[in-house]
């Protein structure tokens, strides 16, 4: 997932702490496991609605 050309990244300072956990999860850097089905939901959450925010934000 985090390698995928949709993947936003932690390359920037705009990058939310679920695209952060997920990087870290998939290189292995982060605590043991993935986690569970609510740090998941979680997760997804942060990344959506931090995604939602930068485009409102986003000059047209």
Request: aromatic share 8%.
């Amino acid at each position: 997932m985090v390698t995928s050309d949709s993947f936003r990244g932690i390359e920037d300072t705009t990058s939310s702490d679920g695209e952060r956990w997920l990087h870290t999860c998939a290189y292995g850097d982060g605590s043991a496991g993935s986690g569970n089905a609510e740090k998941w939901i979680q997760v997804g959450h942060l990344q959506h609605m931090n995604y939602v925010a930068r485009q409102l934000i986003r000059p047209c």
